[in-house]
């Protein structure tokens, strides 16, 4: 199992899960993606889609700059 990171926090919807869901087909099973990301529709709409793909929202916390959060997603 590894760990990955991806910054979407200049991306705006729907390209944020696209770039997720992108990078999510490139790890193994049981890897985890941690997506630094803004709040609003991207907090709202990458754990959700996620989640509906079929990947595993372990966790999701405020990150150390303003308005960004950290969203761990397993494959």
């Known amino acids: 199992m590894a760990n990955y990171k991806l910054d979407i926090t200049k991306e705006h919807c729907p390209m944020t899960f696209v770039k997720t869901k992108i ?3 490139k790890l193994k099973s049981g890897d985890i993606l941690e997506v630094l990301l803004s709040e609003g529709e991207p907090l709202e709409n990458v754990p959700r889609s996620s989640t509906e793909q079929g990947f595993k929202v372990l966790s999701i916390t ?6 960004t959060h950290l969203v761990q997603i397993q494959k």
Do not use: H
């Not at 405020?62 to 308005?67: D, F, L, P, Q, S």
């Open 23 to 25: 990078e999510l087909s």
């Open 62 to 67: 405020e990150a150390a700059v303003k308005g």
